[in-house]
């Protein structure tokens, strides 16, 4: 069975601050995705990275795919409050010779102003 | 374009009783994929249609079914509810490109409270 373990599980920082996200797992993914949640409404895709160690800015967010593409990370700069939200990380891949997402737990973020 | 459509927002029921959801993809989207949400549970995947067809299923009991329509509209049915069951149900379109890395569309969610 793939799993995707996420962490931290909760964080809580003070606008202007810099934090890591990872997702990390024993398994390989053809590709591993992020996305946003804010409260009341669905994910929302942030990024796709698919080779080993490609690396995606989206204005302060960096998002990095492991060379194995095992892991990944999300580094925020600066962190505003319009950055509060929950954030998952999904890899794609096989089971059962179907084609699935695995998903993470999930960080719920918080920045305080 | 309209974005993922799912009814009802909210839902309110007690142990035994059965509900139905239901969401309207995107137009021109053929791939429709339905999770449960759970607070520190992550999504967990529960089924995904193609073509009015179940490709792909999660491991949750048969109480949970779903189908698709001609027109890609889907439907979630849960028997016999639980207190367990009480949770937020998100339906995800997709264009279904056929590559691994498909984007997929979530709609709002259905939150749906088991008394």
């Known amino acids: 069975t793939q799993l995707l373990e996420q962490s931290p599980q909760f964080l809580s920082i003070q606008e202007g601050e810099n934090l890591t996200v990872y997702c990390n797992s024993s398994s390989v993914f053809s590709s591993l995705q992020w996305y946003r949640q804010e409260p009341g409404e669905g994910p929302v895709l942030l990024v796709t990275?698919?080779?080993g160690g490609e690396v995606k800015k989206l204005k302060r967010l960096t998002f990095q795919f492991g060379d194995a593409r095992k892991d990944s990370s999300l580094h925020i700069t600066a962190a505003q409050p319009g950055d509060t939200g929950l954030y998952l990380c999904a890899g794609a891949g096989r089971a059962d010779s179907n084609y699935q997402l695995i998903w993470g737990a999930g960080t719920k973020l918080i920045i305080k102003p | 374009k309209a974005g993922v459509t799912q009814t009802p927002r909210y839902l309110i029921k007690t142990r035994g009783q059965q509900v139905t959801l239901s969401c309207s993809p995107i137009s021109g989207h053929r791939s429709v994929s339905w999770y449960q949400q759970t607070p520190g549970q992550g999504l967990q995947f529960l089924f995904e249609?193609?073509?009015?067809?179940?490709?792909n299923k999660g491991n949750f009991p048969g109480r949970f079914s779903g189908r698709q329509y001609s027109n890609s509209r889907s439907e979630m049915n849960v028997s016999t509810l639980e207190l367990g069951d009480s949770a937020l149900y998100l339906c995800?379109?997709?264009?279904?490109?056929?590559?691994?890395?498909?984007?997929?569309?979530f709609g709002s969610g259905t939150q749906l409270s088991v008394l």
């Open positions: 995800a379109s997709s264009s279904d490109t056929g590559i691994s890395n498909e984007k997929l569309f």
């Open positions: 990275v698919v080779t």
């Open positions: 249609y193609f073509s009015e067809t179940q490709r």
